[in-house]
């Protein structure tokens, strides 16, 4: 029999960095979990991911066990890493702050796909383009 789900808890962070403080302990202590068990396994599993933002989908069962599933980084994230950016523009229509090859912006949206509400790579690729449009980001055609 399947357990009962009390709450599914989405966050998002630093890999191999979480600790029980905030904003995970404000996050999980309500549900009367082991924070300390949460980051410690959260640690472990996001260990090869270091210096990615990584969001995490936990489910919370009634009986005060949990299960989580690792995410792919943000799409503004992987934008940013693979174009060497610092931060996205503040004023994104007047001011660009990069560009963003077909290819650089294929291998986002292969990566992402997975939690994309995208049925194939193109309409993936879209999504991609309008996040980086948003942080003044152009993309090459």
Known sequence: MAKEIK??????????KATP??????????????????CTKFNDA?????????????????DRTFDFILKAAPASDM????????????????????????????EIAEA???DLNANDIEAAKKIIAGTARQMGVQIEE
């Open 7 to 16: 709450q599914i808890v989405k966050l998002q962070l630093q890999a191999g």
């Open 21 to 38: 403080a905030p904003p995970v302990g404000t996050a999980l202590g309500p549900h009367g979990l082991n924070i300390q068990e949460f």
């Open 46 to 62: 996001s260990k090869d991911r270091m210096g990615e933002v990584v969001p995490v989908e936990m489910t919370i069962y009634v």
């Open 79 to 106: 934008i940013k890493k693979k174009i060497n950016l610092k931060k996205g523009s503040g004023r994104p229509l007047q001011e660009k702050v990069g560009k963003l090859t077909q290819a650089q912006l294929t």
């Open 112 to 114: 992402k796909m997975a």
